[in-house]
């Protein structure tokens, strides 16, 4: 930084007197630098307003879209009604016929269940651990007479252990090997036996579900098996009547392997992870058993096939017969251990249709574009049902009403720019859009249909006021005079606005010439982008040219200085000789 004292030698204020000359040059780099803002904040207003047009736009092809494709037809979109959701809903297509059905839901698809005859778990016994049923560490309390015994369980403590801390207080366990109930009694007939207290740690009582009899004597609610889903399926103390061996077996069109690591719980998780299965795995612990509910509703077989494992023979689902090198020599599915699942019926207009799934598609209902979801069958209480197809007309008031809206949005904002203070005043390109777009909205067209003025559906400027001029560019809707108007001549309707000259079609080519390539916006950012650019280039050279100035004027005071200081110099070296 360098640091200089103006006058030193002449006495004048050289600085100020540069600072008040460059001023007088800078200001011809302020005058750019504003028009430079002007520019830019005219770039930022097109922007925003090319914004408007863009949503004018995109409101717009809502409704032209319609044109393209029968997907698309906001015109031909269909509602569907039930008159009791609780019965039946549906959904519909715009290839529905719009009418009124008598639908009544007479039976509920249900899905096919599967699970062996009978347990395929042992019931517990002596050498089961506690643990293994679900019983956690802890104590419970047995009374006998009163008289009070704290029971502890450890973690590796089976029924035998129990059997004996139980005997110790006088009471007794035994578990029914044929029904696997398991009881606790007063050793004595003549004593009362009660069990539980609030200082009970383990859930020995609440999960056996332990309740007592008119006999005084303690009974499960369930009984009480083996198997757990911790259980590893090939362990040869797993519980099972037959052990199983490793291999795999097929559910549904899955296969699924067993081997030295797999428990209950993974093989079921595996199951229930499966699409190709169509199943819902669980284990039925109160009964022993492996349950299998299919996903698919109707009345069809769980396809259960027996593989290089015994498991689905074990689950006593399959039959199947093996050599000595277990080889499989034939094998059958035990549809007597299957509870068949039941087809939907419903009656449509009189006509009785069954279905295998409560979802009816229409090529079962023979309702064209129609899927019916069935919910419940129909009672005394719910009464006669029927379902309605009709006209959406929502997403037509909608669309329509968006249009109006990004309308009268766009033309009071370029209304407010073109005006006598506004930023683009002068913009006739503009102001002739602005013409277009109104006379558009406001002119009659020649049409083969019934309505040639958007006024005959519902759609009109609104009333003028003192406030207002009477031809007055906004737009209202009248929603009842619209739906009116499509309710009686739809296609007259959709002409107006979308046939070959229609209000809406021509609109869109309007806008769409304003927004693409080589159109106003175009054409007006690129004048600006070019005038933003030349200016910067001006304002550079400009403040280059300042810049040199203060340098030339700064050398010019800095040389007279050092004039000075000679003539000061040589003048006192005169009078000192």
Known sequence: MTISFSGLASGLDTDSWVSALVSVKQLGVTSLQSQLSALQETQTTISNLKTSFTNFQTALQALTDSSYSASMDIFAANTATSSDETVFTASVT???IRDTYDITVKQLATTTS??????????????????????????FTVYVDGVRTEINIDENDTVAN???RLSSAGATLTIDQDTGILSIAATNSGDELRIGANTDTSNFVSLLGLEIDENGVYNSASSV?????????????????????????????AT????????LDNIISQINNSEEANVFASWDAA???????????GASYINIEAGTSNFTDVMGLTVTERDSS???TSTRLITAAQELGQNAIVNINGTDITSSSNTV???ISRITGVTLNLKSVNTSETGETTLTIAQDTEKVTSAITEVIDSYNSLMSEIDSLTSLTGELHGETTLKSIYSSLRNTMNSAIETDGAYSLLSQIGISTTAASSAMADDTVSLTLDEDALLEALANNQDSVKELLLGTNGIISTLKTTVDNTLYSGGYFTTKETSLTTQVSNMQDKITKKQESVDTYQARLESQFAAMENVIAQLNANYSSLLSG
């Not at 911790?230 to 097929?250: M, R, V, W, Y």
């Not at 699924?256 to 428990?263: K, M, P």
């Open 361 to 363: 598609t229409s090529d």
């Open 256 to 263: 699924f392997t067993i081997d030295e690591n797999t428990t």
């Open 114 to 139: 599967a699970q062996a005859q009978e347990a395929v778990s042992e019931v517990a016994d002596g050498n089961t651990r506690l643990s293994d049923l679900g019983i956690q560490a802890g104590s």
């Open 162 to 164: 129990l059997q004996s």
């Open 225 to 253: 098996y083996q198997v757990i889903g911790s259980t590893l399926l090939t362990d040869a103390n797993a519980g099972f009547k037959t052990q199983i061996a490793e291999g795999t077996f097929t559910i549904g069109n």
């Open 326 to 328: 277990n080889n499989i």
């Open 287 to 297: 009964n022993g058993k492996l349950i299998l509910r299919s996903t698919v509703e």
């Open 94 to 96: 715009t290839d529905a």
